[in-house]
């Protein structure tokens, strides 16, 4: 990452290195923001957590997030793997 960095900032006058650094910054407030915020509205009930039966009063849990309504964010998961692989 660090060298990657630095590559790019030697590259001389051309867009693509300064495309890289972007690139490389908006990852990094992704990153950040899947560290603040790790959790997503769960795409298949939409974060309500659970589905009602047509006559609305008998439910079930959504099975995709066990009736959490939350799912984690791809950015947090790749968190979580990199801060698990560390030790
Ligand atoms: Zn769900």
Same mark, same amino acid.
């Given at each position: 990452m660090r060298t990657l960095l630095l590559a790019a900032a030697d590259t001389? *006058?051309? *867009?693509t290195g300064t495309l890289i650094l972007f690139a490389l910054a908006a990852l990094a407030v992704y990153l950040i923001s899947c560290r603040i915020w790790p959790f997503t509205a769960c795409t298949k009930c939409e974060g309500a957590g659970r589905f009602r039966s047509p006559n609305g009063r008998a439910w079930r849990y959504c099975t995709r997030c066990n009736g959490k309504g939350a799912r984690l964010r791809t950015g947090r998961r790749i968190l979580n793997h990199l801060t698990g692989t560390r030790r």
């Open positions: 001389p *006058g051309t *867009g």
